[in-house]
């Protein structure tokens, strides 16, 4: 997992404005006339397809997720982080939004939402449907939509709003040839354990195929490592070595967060 950054300026128009406004409605209407918001409600619903595209440039083509390239070997779903069977005034916000394969959308997160205490409660059907939650267009949006969840503490990571390295570190096994995620060492470590043991239950963060598509690309930047620190090798190639090992930590290379942690532990500046 790595950090994620929303450009504001490239919201998709139909989660915005007029169109936001009117999905919105749809729902407040709903939840008047007493229809429950269930996966019978759902099906065939899928206006947040039209995200897709833009939430997979944002996190260069990889799951938000497990960091893996996505549609590639898999296929790809616009993920609410907040499920909508629970959260139903989100189902249109784009700041609900990730782009997920679909082993850690539909195998492992599914409609899972730990919190560490209570939820937040579900807004009145009476509230206009523009304010249903932050305008994601709005340059505040981000700040304005933590505020708006901050009663609730949930387990799982946001890598659009939580920096996941504060939350992750990774470890690898040069006999079992698997590199798992275990927690980062942090101040609070209660709070670190439980939101890892939701990433690595909800998000299958060491299932078998991931630890070791892992190790395939640990053991590639391991060895520009040795060639990085034998003093034996001449200094162009150290250092082309060095470049090669920064070349796989770009945000675009699969699992970039595990190769930046390791660079990091070695002592590769970023
Ligand atoms: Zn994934």
Redesign the pocket.
Known sequence: MIRLTRDRSKIPAAFRDQELIRKNQSLLDAKAAGIALNAAYWKGRDHWKKAKPRLKAESFGK??????P?GAV?HSDVEHFRPKSIYWWLAYCFDNYLY??Q???QSYKSDWFPVADSRITDPPHTTPAAALHPDPASPASAALFAAAVAAERPGLVNPYFDDPDHYLAWEADEELHEVHAVPAVGPDKAATAFRFQSVETY??LNREELVRRRFEVYQIVAVFRQFREDPAVPLAKRQLAEQQMRAMAAPEQAYAGMVRYFLTQWGVPL
């Open positions: 799951c938000a997720y497990c960091d893996s996505a898999t997920a394969c082993i850690c959308n998000y299958g």
